[in-house]
Structures are given as structure tokens and as C-alpha cells.
């Protein structure tokens, strides 16, 4: 009993380490490498963040605890608003949220916590009907949040961007460091894998155990897993600080938030919702 107690801690932690100290650092050095602008980082960012998610997610599915991914989803989406909140606050950037691209996006982010309130609230069942719905709102999101900044904010941000060239000095396009990178994430990715296989048998062996209800499962799955994107909130506003500008590193951490948000909810759940018809 308690060695598995024990074991969810350790990988739970493992999974928070690996995603901070690896997954994170070497993205955020590949983009740069490619000189990607603060909007794409943010959305790579957000996909990376969603790994743990994903991990808890697919286990979680596979063990038939359907319930558990729903309130993880909900749980991480609502503490991923609040974090990035608490880091525009931290970084004194609140004054760029009236950016009307920035107001739409966080809109966004508000429906995919509604969404998973409103399914479990009406007790409705995760199912295959489901999912056409999911990847059309998906789209949607990602065509809305394209055309906001395109409207609002890609001008200014193209202007920003050639200021910052002045004074910094970006690394040349290394074909040898992109291969470099991208190995590393692909044995990151695997290494996430595996651990994930592991919580997922710890996490069934807990439940057994101690009969936990599948809300607190979930909504402790939800706090281990957002800790990730609160370091990405945190490190792209203090990245871009460097270079005297606010508003690229609010674009990018909103970006990761809305990505990682849209990916928990129509993505990831999606997966979860077709291993649950298969199996």
C-alpha cells in the first residue's frame, strides 16, 4: 500500500522534472534555433505541456476510468487560466489582457472549462457522437485564434520583432542542432511514455486499494500535470523581459494556454473517448 503511494509521488514528480528541465528547455532552444515568432513558440509550447495530460489521459482510458479524464481535463484547464493569471500579475503585464486578440483568445480558453462543467454536470456520457463535434470546435478554435491575431496583433508584432533583431543576436539555422533537439524530444517523448505507462498501472492499484472516487483522481491528475505549463507561463514572459518587451511574452503564454487548453479538451479527450468505444 504504502510503496504505491510512493510510487505515484515518484512518478508524478518525474513527470514534472522531465517536462520542466528537458521538454521545455530543449523546445524553447529549437524554436529559437528556427527563429519562430513568439506566437508559434507559444503554440509548440502549448502541445508540449500537453504531454503530461496526454499520458494521464490515454492511462487512464485504458483502465476504463472515463470520469477521471474528464475532471483531469477540467481540473488542469481551469488551474492552466489561473497560472497564467498569476504570471501576467507576477510580470506586472496585465495592462497588454485589453489587447483585443488577447480578450477573444481568453474567451476561448473560458469555453473549454465550460464545456467539460456543462458534460459533467448533464451526466453525459463520453461516446463516440462526440467526437466529430470535438474536432470541429477544435478547428474553429484554432481558426478564431489565426484570424484574431492576424486582425489585431501581427502587424504590431512583426514591428516588434524586427526592433528585438537589432539587439539580439539569434543563432544561425544548424541543421545539426535541429536533429540534436529534435532526438532529444523524440527520447524525451519516450521516456515520458513509459513513465506514464507506469503511473497508470500505480494509479489503478491506488484505486483498488483505497476505493478513491474517479473526481479526486482526476483533479489530483489535473495539479501534476499543469505544473508545466505554469513554468512555460512564467519563462516566456521573463524570456522576452530580456529584450524590453511585454507584449511578445504575454502573446506567446497566451498562445501556450489556449493551445494546451483546446488540445486537453477536442484532442486529447478525443483519443481518450475512442481507446474507451475500442476497448
Known amino acids: 500500500m504504502l510503496i504505491e503511494i510512493l510510487k505515484f509521488i515518484i512518478y508524478s514528480i518525474l513527470i514534472v522534472i522531465i517536462s520542466k528541465y528537458i521538454l521545455v528547455k530543449i523546445l524553447r532552444k529549437l524554436a529559437e534555433s528556427l527563429d519562430l515568432k513568439a506566437k508559434t513558440i507559444g503554440n509548440i509550447a502549448g502541445y508540449a505541456t500537453s504531454v503530461p495530460e496526454f499520458l494521464t489521459i490515454t492511462t487512464s482510458s ?6 477521471a479524464s474528464m475532471y ?3 481540473s488542469s484547464n481551469i488551474i492552466n487560466l489561473i497560472q497564467y493569471l498569476g504570471s501576467v500579475i507576477i510580470n506586472k503585464n496585465g495592462y497588454i489582457l485589453k489587447n483585443k486578440a488577447i480578450k477573444v483568445d481568453l474567451i476561448l480558453v473560458v469555453i473549454t472549462i465550460i464545456i467539460p462543467m456543462i458534460l459533467l454536470k448533464l451526466n453525459i456520457e463520453l461516446e463516440m457522437w462526440i467526437v466529430p463535434i470535438f474536432i470541429i470546435l477544435y478547428t474553429l478554435f484554432i481558426f478564431l485564434n489565426n484570424n484574431v491575431h492576424k486582425l489585431y496583433l501581427e502587424k504590431q508584432d512583426t514591428e516588434i520583432e524586427v526592433e528585438i533583431e537589432k539587439e539580439k543576436r539569434w543563432e544561425k539555422k544548424n541543421k545539426k542542432k535541429t536533429i540534436k533537439y529534435s532526438t532529444i524530444l523524440i527520447i524525451t517523448g519516450v521516456i515520458l511514455f ?5 503511473l497508470g498501472n500505480t494509479l489503478e492499484n491506488l484505486c483498488n486499494l483505497f476505493n478513491i472516487s474517479e473526481i479526486i483522481v482526476g483533479v489530483l491528475l489535473g495539479f501534476i500535470t499543469s505544473i508545466p505549463e505554469l513554468i512555460t ?6 524570456h522576452n523581459k530580456k529584450f524590453k518587451d511585454d507584449m511578445l511574452g504575454v502573446v506567446e503564454a497566451t498562445n501556450n494556454l489556449l493551445t494546451s487548453n483546446i488540445v486537453n479538451l477536442f484532442a486529447i479527450q478525443t483519443i481518450g473517448i475512442l481507446i474507451i468505444s475500442i476497448i
Open 62 to 67: 485504458l483502465r476504463g476510468l472515463s470520469g
Open 233 to 238: 507561463f512564467l519563462e516566456s514572459q521573463k
Open 72 to 74: 483531469n481535463i477540467l
Open 194 to 198: 513509459i513513465i506514464g505507462q507506469l
